[in-house]
């Protein structure tokens, strides 16, 4: 059974830096767009990032863009985000995701969590005040 497992997640002053990565096990991956979502308590899963199969496009949602970065290394089939300018709003876990069919890169589609297969347990993310 494929899995995908994240890691780098903690507790941050506000201000700081973190990198998550997403080790892909089992899993087909680098025919595949990977993305990372976010889940706080009391509110719905939030698209974070995503980026194509060969990484050469990528999308961020509107609350992380300009902080966020995320890239993936098809050699190592891990997928990373590195977060900048942490804000105490970006406190949640975030899950990193394969979506369902191969070589798509559109981005309404990586964008709808929908699209995704394969999620990981996801990493918990505090960043303090």
């Known amino acids: 059974q494929g899995q995908l497992v994240e890691s780098g997640g903690g507790l941050v002053q506000a201000g700081g830096s973190l990198r998550l990565s997403c080790a892909a096990s089992g899993v087909s991956f680098s025919s595949y767009a990977m993305g990372w979502f976010r889940q706080a308590p009391g509110r719905e899963r939030e698209f974070v990032a995503a980026?194509?199969?060969?990484?050469?496009?990528?999308y961020y949602g509107d609350s992380v863009k300009g902080r966020f970065t995320i890239s993936r290394d098809n050699g190592k089939n891990t997928l990373y985000l590195q977060m900048n300018s942490l804000e105490p709003e970006d406190t949640a876990v975030y899950y990193c995701?394969?979506?369902?069919?191969?070589?798509?890169?559109?981005?309404?589609?990586?964008?709808?969590?929908?699209?995704?297969?394969?999620w990981g347990q996801g990493t918990q993310v505090t960043v303090s005040s």
């Open positions: 995701a394969r979506l369902a069919n191969a070589h798509y890169s559109g981005k309404f589609y990586l964008q709808n969590e929908a699209k995704y297969n394969y």
């Open positions: 980026i194509s199969y060969l990484g050469g496009t990528t």
